[in-house]
T-cell receptor, first 113, second 111 residues
Framework: GAVVSQHPSRVICKSGTSVKIECRSL??????MFWYRQFPKKSLMLMAT?????????EQGVEKDKFLINHASLTLSTLTVTSAHPEDSSFYIC?????????FGPGTRLTVL | SQQGEEDPQALSIQEGENATMNCSYK?????LQWYRQNSGRGLVHLIL?????REKHSGRLRVTLDTSKKSSSLLITASRAADTASYFC???????????FGTGTRLTIIP
Protein backbone atom coordinates (compact mmCIF):
# COMPACT_ATOMS: atom_id res chain seq x y z
CA GLY A 1 0.00 0.00 0.00
CA ALA A 2 0.82 3.75 -0.08
CA VAL A 3 2.16 3.91 -3.61
CA VAL A 4 2.81 7.21 -5.34
CA SER A 5 3.47 7.46 -9.06
CA GLN A 6 4.84 10.24 -11.22
CA HIS A 7 4.62 10.83 -14.91
CA PRO A 8 6.66 11.31 -16.96
CA SER A 9 9.82 9.83 -15.47
CA ARG A 10 11.99 11.79 -17.84
CA VAL A 11 11.35 14.76 -20.11
CA ILE A 12 13.52 16.82 -22.40
CA CYS A 13 12.12 20.08 -23.72
CA LYS A 14 13.20 23.22 -25.49
CA SER A 15 13.71 26.47 -23.66
CA GLY A 16 10.48 28.47 -23.47
CA THR A 17 8.09 25.55 -23.47
CA SER A 18 5.93 24.42 -20.56
CA VAL A 19 6.12 21.00 -18.98
CA LYS A 20 3.47 19.28 -16.85
CA ILE A 21 4.37 16.63 -14.29
CA GLU A 22 1.70 14.46 -12.69
CA CYS A 23 1.76 12.97 -9.21
CA ARG A 24 -0.78 10.32 -8.27
CA SER A 25 -1.52 8.45 -5.07
CA LEU A 26 -2.53 5.02 -6.37
CA UNK A 27 -4.09 3.31 -3.39
CA UNK A 28 -4.97 6.07 -0.96
CA UNK A 29 -6.43 9.54 -0.95
CA UNK A 30 -4.21 12.50 -0.21
CA UNK A 31 -5.57 15.91 0.66
CA UNK A 32 -2.00 17.17 0.81
CA MET A 33 0.85 16.49 -1.54
CA PHE A 34 4.29 18.02 -1.64
CA TRP A 35 6.62 18.97 -4.47
CA TYR A 36 10.39 18.88 -4.05
CA ARG A 37 13.33 19.73 -6.21
CA GLN A 38 16.68 17.98 -5.99
CA PHE A 39 19.97 18.99 -7.57
CA PRO A 40 22.64 16.37 -8.30
CA LYS A 41 24.12 14.87 -5.15
CA LYS A 42 22.13 17.28 -3.03
CA SER A 43 19.24 17.00 -0.62
CA LEU A 44 15.58 17.63 -1.32
CA MET A 45 14.27 21.18 -1.15
CA LEU A 46 10.56 21.66 -0.60
CA MET A 47 9.03 23.84 -3.29
CA ALA A 48 5.36 23.89 -2.35
CA THR A 49 2.56 22.18 -0.50
CA UNK A 50 -0.34 21.17 -2.73
CA UNK A 51 -3.77 21.23 -1.09
CA UNK A 52 -6.76 19.53 -2.67
CA UNK A 53 -9.39 22.05 -3.66
CA UNK A 54 -7.40 25.13 -2.67
CA UNK A 55 -4.34 27.10 -3.63
CA UNK A 56 -0.90 25.69 -3.12
CA UNK A 57 1.41 27.09 -0.48
CA UNK A 58 4.81 28.00 -1.87
CA GLU A 59 8.09 28.10 0.01
CA GLN A 60 10.07 31.29 0.16
CA GLY A 61 11.91 31.99 -3.06
CA VAL A 62 9.75 29.73 -5.24
CA GLU A 63 7.90 31.62 -7.98
CA LYS A 64 4.26 30.58 -8.00
CA ASP A 65 3.73 31.87 -11.54
CA LYS A 66 6.69 29.84 -12.69
CA PHE A 67 5.71 26.59 -11.00
CA LEU A 68 1.94 26.16 -11.27
CA ILE A 69 0.38 23.58 -9.01
CA ASN A 70 -3.08 22.11 -9.38
CA HIS A 71 -4.51 19.59 -6.91
CA ALA A 72 -7.86 18.91 -8.52
CA SER A 73 -8.65 15.58 -6.90
CA LEU A 74 -7.71 13.54 -3.85
CA THR A 75 -5.37 11.40 -5.92
CA LEU A 76 -3.79 13.80 -8.39
CA SER A 77 -1.56 16.85 -8.16
CA THR A 78 0.17 18.43 -11.14
CA LEU A 79 3.21 20.69 -11.35
CA THR A 80 3.61 22.77 -14.50
CA VAL A 81 6.95 24.38 -15.14
CA THR A 82 6.06 27.35 -17.34
CA SER A 83 8.41 28.86 -19.90
CA ALA A 84 11.14 26.48 -18.85
CA HIS A 85 14.77 27.55 -19.00
CA PRO A 86 17.97 25.51 -18.65
CA GLU A 87 18.29 26.52 -14.99
CA ASP A 88 14.99 24.71 -14.34
CA SER A 89 16.66 21.44 -15.25
CA SER A 90 16.47 19.29 -12.17
CA PHE A 91 14.97 16.22 -10.54
CA TYR A 92 11.42 16.90 -9.33
CA ILE A 93 9.88 14.59 -6.74
CA CYS A 94 6.41 14.59 -5.25
CA UNK A 95 5.15 13.01 -2.06
CA UNK A 96 1.82 12.35 -0.39
CA UNK A 97 1.13 11.82 3.26
CA UNK A 98 -0.48 8.62 4.56
CA UNK A 99 -0.66 7.75 8.26
CA UNK A 100 1.98 10.27 9.38
CA UNK A 101 4.45 9.14 6.72
CA UNK A 102 5.25 10.82 3.44
CA UNK A 103 5.48 8.44 0.51
CA PHE A 104 7.46 9.59 -2.47
CA GLY A 105 7.03 9.20 -6.18
CA PRO A 106 9.90 7.93 -8.32
CA GLY A 107 10.77 11.42 -9.53
CA THR A 108 10.85 13.22 -12.89
CA ARG A 109 14.11 14.19 -14.53
CA LEU A 110 13.60 17.45 -16.43
CA THR A 111 16.20 18.61 -18.92
CA VAL A 112 15.66 21.95 -20.62
CA LEU A 113 17.78 22.53 -23.71
CA SER B 1 18.19 27.37 7.29
CA GLN B 2 16.22 24.69 9.07
CA GLN B 3 17.96 21.95 7.18
CA GLY B 4 19.65 19.36 9.30
CA GLU B 5 23.05 17.93 8.74
CA GLU B 6 24.16 14.39 8.36
CA ASP B 7 27.53 12.88 8.83
CA PRO B 8 29.45 11.45 7.35
CA GLN B 9 28.68 12.88 3.92
CA ALA B 10 30.03 9.69 2.40
CA LEU B 11 30.79 6.27 3.84
CA SER B 12 32.37 3.21 2.25
CA ILE B 13 32.46 -0.11 4.08
CA GLN B 14 32.97 -3.77 3.32
CA GLU B 15 29.96 -5.97 2.85
CA GLY B 16 28.96 -7.55 6.12
CA GLU B 17 30.11 -4.65 8.26
CA ASN B 18 27.78 -2.33 10.12
CA ALA B 19 27.12 1.20 8.87
CA THR B 20 26.23 4.09 11.14
CA MET B 21 24.95 7.44 9.95
CA ASN B 22 24.15 10.43 12.12
CA CYS B 23 21.67 13.25 11.73
CA SER B 24 21.45 16.52 13.63
CA TYR B 25 18.59 18.98 13.47
CA LYS B 26 17.89 22.44 14.81
CA UNK B 27 14.34 22.76 16.13
CA UNK B 28 11.93 20.76 18.27
CA UNK B 29 10.34 17.97 16.31
CA UNK B 30 7.24 15.82 16.22
CA UNK B 31 8.94 12.91 14.53
CA LEU B 32 12.01 12.00 12.53
CA GLN B 33 12.06 9.73 9.52
CA TRP B 34 14.81 8.02 7.58
CA TYR B 35 14.65 7.52 3.83
CA ARG B 36 16.82 5.73 1.28
CA GLN B 37 17.37 6.94 -2.27
CA ASN B 38 19.01 4.94 -4.99
CA SER B 39 20.73 7.01 -7.65
CA GLY B 40 18.22 8.85 -9.83
CA ARG B 41 15.23 7.33 -8.07
CA GLY B 42 12.57 8.38 -5.60
CA LEU B 43 12.80 8.00 -1.85
CA VAL B 44 11.91 4.86 0.02
CA HIS B 45 10.63 5.25 3.56
CA LEU B 46 12.65 3.20 6.04
CA ILE B 47 11.52 4.03 9.53
CA LEU B 48 9.74 6.69 11.59
CA UNK B 49 10.61 7.50 15.19
CA UNK B 50 8.46 9.81 17.28
CA UNK B 51 9.81 12.46 19.61
CA UNK B 52 8.80 10.45 22.68
CA UNK B 53 10.66 7.35 21.47
CA ARG B 54 14.36 6.70 21.98
CA GLU B 55 15.02 3.64 19.87
CA LYS B 56 13.31 1.69 17.15
CA HIS B 57 14.16 -1.43 15.16
CA SER B 58 13.07 -2.69 11.78
CA GLY B 59 14.86 -5.73 10.41
CA ARG B 60 18.55 -4.82 10.05
CA LEU B 61 17.83 -1.19 10.85
CA ARG B 62 18.18 0.42 14.26
CA VAL B 63 17.33 4.07 14.80
CA THR B 64 18.01 6.09 17.92
CA LEU B 65 16.75 9.54 18.81
CA ASP B 66 18.19 11.91 21.40
CA THR B 67 15.98 14.96 21.59
CA SER B 68 18.22 16.63 24.17
CA LYS B 69 21.06 16.61 21.66
CA LYS B 70 18.73 17.06 18.66
CA SER B 71 20.31 14.10 16.95
CA SER B 72 19.46 10.71 15.53
CA SER B 73 21.46 7.78 14.25
CA LEU B 74 20.70 5.05 11.75
CA LEU B 75 22.54 1.75 12.09
CA ILE B 76 22.44 -0.81 9.31
CA THR B 77 23.77 -4.16 10.47
CA ALA B 78 25.33 -6.85 8.30
CA SER B 79 25.43 -4.57 5.27
CA ARG B 80 24.77 -5.86 1.78
CA ALA B 81 25.73 -4.54 -1.65
CA ALA B 82 22.07 -3.65 -2.20
CA ASP B 83 22.28 -1.20 0.70
CA THR B 84 24.40 1.10 -1.48
CA ALA B 85 22.36 4.31 -1.68
CA SER B 86 21.97 7.78 -0.21
CA TYR B 87 20.30 7.99 3.17
CA PHE B 88 18.40 11.04 4.37
CA CYS B 89 16.85 11.97 7.66
CA UNK B 90 13.80 14.22 7.66
CA UNK B 91 12.04 15.97 10.50
CA UNK B 92 8.58 17.37 10.95
CA UNK B 93 7.31 19.81 13.54
CA UNK B 94 4.13 19.62 15.59
CA UNK B 95 1.08 20.70 13.61
CA UNK B 96 3.04 20.83 10.38
CA UNK B 97 3.21 18.05 7.82
CA UNK B 98 6.20 19.57 6.01
CA UNK B 99 9.43 17.61 6.09
CA UNK B 100 12.85 19.18 6.43
CA PHE B 101 15.55 16.98 4.98
CA GLY B 102 19.10 16.51 6.11
CA THR B 103 22.02 16.79 3.73
CA GLY B 104 22.27 13.03 3.28
CA THR B 105 24.92 10.33 3.56
CA ARG B 106 26.11 8.45 0.49
CA LEU B 107 26.75 4.87 1.54
CA THR B 108 28.78 2.51 -0.61
CA ILE B 109 29.01 -1.17 0.27
CA ILE B 110 32.05 -2.83 -1.21
CA PRO B 111 31.40 -6.48 -2.17
Amino acid sequence: GAVVSQHPSRVICKSGTSVKIECRSLDFQATTMFWYRQFPKKSLMLMATSNEGSKATYEQGVEKDKFLINHASLTLSTLTVTSAHPEDSSFYICSAEYTDTQYFGPGTRLTVL
Amino acid sequence: SQQGEEDPQALSIQEGENATMNCSYKTSINNLQWYRQNSGRGLVHLILIRSNEREKHSGRLRVTLDTSKKSSSLLITASRAADTASYFCATSNFGNEKLTFGTGTRLTIIP
